[in-house]
DNA sequence: CGCAGAATTGATACATCTCAAGCTGGGTGG
DNA sequence: CCACCCAGCTTGAGATGTATCAATTCTGCG
């Protein structure tokens, strides 16, 4: 593809702000160097896409930073997000020539790519990539699942608080909740992206949205940041259990 | 080997009937044979539930022959399918203590069972064990993206179609199509599970299996036994193009 | 300022759910 | 051997949640 400077910051995979938590997670000195010497950096902008369904795949890789999609689409237009990207997470599957979902750039985005082939070489011989990749893998499947429930068995109602919840957890993990419990965070999706990712059509999120607002259950401020009162409400209105729902 | 009494039929995995496709089937001999000193095999009933969500699990296993079904309840009662164990298919996840899904036998079922602490020693030592099971959870985690299109922006009828299809194309290759092109299997799934499946009550479910019917799509023998005179035709419903949808 | 994309809100249509009443076929006990 | 029974299934009528179509309003930006 076209050639781009490269972002200044990161080459070192030492100093790489996802280096606990991404494939390259259990890597040791000497394995980390071995994969520096088949990665790149590529930057993409909002909106652009990444990856098409069906097309070749070059590369494998890594979210450094920014928020992606991952979608399917039906030849008539309709569209389900299957998944949702966030840094660490990888990108590609090896072993597999064409990819069979676009891949979207949400927001801005940094990849951390590595070629494919010598990608694929390193993990017959580096068990360490292999067994991280099949613990991420597993983590996918499971979020897979959840979201089966959400999108059969929930009420548009459901679904949102749903969403809403899961960004919620995950910024208040980062951003560590604040002493009053309440928890806030910018929506990285428009409407529309959210209702690709939930089944249902944007005004229908939209109306959803300004319930939970009339009910006290959340605040907005502008159109995309949220403040969460009481966390354990919203959960209630996802219809999870307060114990967390998700994985354990 | 310890000798221990074990079901007749299968205790040597070279005459097993999965061998080729199960998280074993990349293993060598000396692999196989350190498999079968931490196995057991182990029958259930149809209805009966094998694992139930939050236990502790103290195996993980793979189905030898029958089905069995995962899925997950919320308090209220909805309940949605998330995944459909056929032969082969891998239950469990090492590292996990306890199991996030039930797991019940839809059919007679017979389930190769691994203790979970030394498998889980045997993952670390037996790349090929790993590197299959991480296939198949690649595969799987394919086979849950395809399924949230289903359920999230699928109609009623496409849903439907879509679950016969699956059957359908999973028979066609395991019985070779006939010359006529005509595809015939039995439902291995009551309504109810069916709309488990798919999202959906069991009334619709009825309703549209008999409008399929009623418009020439599949016909019936009985309640379970389905009759597909023109494949393509059936995917053409379901809404995939005829390419196969799936995976590549 | 004014435009364009994003979001909200309203009115109506429609697909699916819900509740309810029968049907069917295979097994059981009298 | 028949009558009954029951789980699984089908069908109907009406209620309801979400989609659809359409009109504004908001927001950021050249």
């Not at 749903?162 to 309440?182: K, Y």
């Amino acid at each position: 593809m076209l050639l781009k400077e490269k972002p200044a910051g990161f080459h070192d995979c030492e100093e790489c702000p996802i280096r606990h938590r991404a494939v390259c997670a259990r890597c040791e000195a000497d394995e980390l160097e071995m994969l520096e010497g088949i990665k790149y950096y590529r930057s993409y902008e909002a909106g652009q896409r990444i990856i098409w369904s069906g097309d070749r795949m070059e590369f494998v890789g890594s979210v450094v930073s920014g928020i992606a999609s991952l979608t399917q689409t039906m030849e008539d237009g309709r569209t389900q997000m299957v998944g949702l990207l966030l840094p660490s997470d990888f990108v590609g599957r090896p072993g597999r020539s064409t990819a069979a979902y676009d891949v979207v750039a949400t927001t801005d985005l940094v990849m951390c790519c590595f070629r494919k082939k010598p990608f694929e070489q390193m993990m017959e011989t580096t068990p360490h990539i292999a067994q991280r990749l099949l613990q991420m893998t597993l983590d996918e499947l499971d979020a897979a699942r959840e979201w089966m429930l959400v999108l059969g068995r929930k009420t548009a109602r459901e679904k949102i608080a749903s969403l809403l919840a899961i960004i919620g957890r995950r910024d208040a993990a980062l951003h560590m909740a604040r002493a009053d419990g309440m928890v806030t965070f910018d929506l990285p999706l428009t409407r529309e992206a959210m209702a690709d990712y939930l089944g249902l059509t944007l005004e229908t999120v939209s109306r959803q949205i300004s319930a939970l607002k009339k009910d006290g259950v959340i605040q907005l401020e502008g159109k995309r940041h949220v403040i969460v009162p009481d966390m354990d409400r919203l959960m209630e209105e996802a219809g999870d259990d307060s114990d967390g729902g998700l994985l354990n």
